[in-house]
């Protein structure tokens, strides 16, 4: 999965992170009405019902693309040991 993020500066940043780690994050970010259906979209993702692209999509169409964005930015920084 790539995102890009904007920097300190107006700058873009592009990271990568895989698109399970990226749903995983959003269902910690999100409340109880979220997580049957994000459940599903990772187990459709780990099934390979349904391909990263258009699970991105479609995890945006639930959640919204700042959530997602937010998330991303939290897996990255636990992938690097920093705390957000």
């Known amino acids: 999965r790539r995102e890009s993020q904007s ?3 107006g700058s873009q940043k592009t990271i990568f992170i895989s698109c ?3 749903i995983r994050e959003t269902k910690l970010c999100v409340g ?3 997580q049957a259906e994000l459940e599903s979209l990772l187990s459709r993702l780990a099934a390979r019902e349904i ?3 258009a699970a991105v999509k479609q995890l945006m169409a639930i ?3 700042t959530i997602v964005q937010q998330a ?3 897996a990255i920084n636990l992938q690097k040991g920093i705390l957000p």
């Open 7 to 9: 920097e300190p500066g």
């Open 63 to 65: 959640v919204g693309s």
């Open 32 to 34: 109880g009405e979220h």
């Open 72 to 74: 991303g930015l939290s």
């Open 20 to 22: 399970s780690a990226l």
């Open 51 to 53: 391909q990263a692209e």
